[in-house]
């Protein structure tokens, strides 16, 4: 009893499977023939496609493999990163040194050049204003080009990080710039220039140049164009890759030149005394004082004529106050002159009053003979008698 109660309790569910399974296998058929036979009902028309839902299974299995994709590349992602990070914090910090270090050094050269510049004469050849303007010109210049090569080098480090082949990007980058320079040489020629003439200091605002093309006063420096101001109120725009020479007529010092002709018979001392009373006093009076870096010198004859003679007066200036000064000595030393009755000569030679008149040129001369002309009553009484006609 015990034995077929087991056999029982061992068989039966296996059983009840086999009727389960043959269950379904004999309805399967049935519906099959019924839907295979057209005559006894028609076809069902097809009904729309359910969206699949994903069981808990498929969404665990989803969920094990998206977790361990990341598991196994997290470490490179976070190596990635930190790279980034790290090429971007370590150019962003040498960035803001470098541009530090270039303000320290252009503040530096202010101080020292301010320094040194102790007597008048080297403190009015470059002002503060200028030495300002030139020292934001050249930080300017050198911080945006070091920003240019930080943020570039950086940019190209982190495009390698990410596993970007940069060999074709480098070779785009020089077949461009290689056509951009051939396209725009004259841009760049101006420019270069303009960077060269700034740290050379060349010439600065308020300096009379002239720059071969044009002349005349710099209002604005550029990297590229200078605008100059012309003595008759025009405005010049010089590109600085044509400027082939400079000269500079406001740097250093200038020099007054002043040429006084005199009759060659005049006492040289006396004229020396007359030139030398109005140079002291010249120097001893404002503004003419700071304008005047050196004693004006009579440096002596400069040319020797038959009738006149050149005497040479000299001074040093303050730069672009040369003509200033010599329309002032001209006019003292005419005063001068004239107290001193000393004559100014120039040109034709005028005879002083009281001199004797020179004797007239066409004195030795003889009158025109009136037989010189045909027709005067002279020449045609001298002129033969014609013969009678013969002719009836």
């Known amino acids: 009893m015990d034995r077929t109660s087991d056999r ?15 269950l379904s296998a004999a309805v399967l058929p049935a519906a099959g023939s019924s839907s295979a036979s057209p005559a006894s009902s028609p076809s069902p028309s097809p009904s729309p496609t359910a969206p699949t839902v994903p069981s808990l299974k498929e969404a665990h299995e989803s969920a094990t493999n998206a977790a361990g994709w990341v598991e196994e590349n997290w470490s490179t992602w976070l190596a990635i990163g930190l790279r980034v990070l790290l090429i971007v914090v370590i150019a962003l910090v040498l960035r803001a040194v470098v541009r530090r270090a270039i303000t320290k050094l252009i503040e530096r050269m202010n101080r020292r050049t301010g320094s040194s510049t102790g007597t008048a004469l080297s403190g009015l050849l470059v002002n503060a204003e200028r030495r300002r303007q030139r020292s934001e010109a050249i930080g300017s210049v050198l911080r945006s080009v070091a920003s240019f090569l930080i943020l570039g080098t950086a940019a190209l480090m982190v495009l390698g990080t990410f596993q970007i082949n940069l060999a074709p990007l480098l070779a785009s980058a020089g077949v461009a710039g290689v056509a951009i320079g051939f396209g725009a040489r004259n841009l760049v020629t101006d420019f270069l220039s303009g960077v060269f003439m700034i740290l050379e ?3 600065g605002v308020g300096d009379s140049i002239d720059a071969g093309v044009a002349s005349g006063e710099v209002i604005e420096v550029g990297l590229r164009v200078t605008k ?3 003595v008759d109120g025009e405005i010049w725009y010089v590109r600085n890759g044509e400027v082939k020479r400079i000269g500079n007529l406001s740097q250093g010092w200038s020099t007054a030149g002043v040429d006084v002709t005199v009759r060659s018979d005049e006492d040289l001392d006396k004229v020396k005394e007359a030139l030398s009373a109005v140079g002291d006093r010249m120097s001893k009076e404002e ?3 700071e304008m005047l870096w050196g004693p004006i010198e009579t440096l002596g004859l ?8 050149v005497v040479r007066v000299s001074a040093k200036t303050m730069p672009g106050k040369s003509l200033t000064v010599e329309r002032e000595l001209r006019w003292r030393i005419k005063r001068a ?7 100014i000569v120039g040109g034709a030679t005028v005879p002083l009053e009281g001199a004797p008149a020179a004797a007239d040129p066409a004195a030795g001369v003889a009158a025109p003979s009136a037989y010189a002309s045909s027709v005067s009553p002279q020449s045609v009484a001298a002129s033969p008698i014609p013969p009678p006609s013969t002719s009836k």
Do not use: C, K
Not at 9 to 15: R, S
Not at 302 to 309: A, C, E, N, P, Q
Not at 337 to 343: K, M, S, W
């Open 302 to 309: 400069d040319s020797v004529l038959l009738d006149s003679m």
């Open 337 to 343: 002159f004239d107290a001193a009755g000393i004559a």
């Open 201 to 203: 200091d060349q010439y």
């Open 228 to 230: 100059l101001r012309g």
């Open 8 to 22: 029982t309790a061992q068989d039966g569910p296996p059983h009840l499977e086999v009727s389960a399974v043959s």
């Open 287 to 289: 503004p003419w004082n």
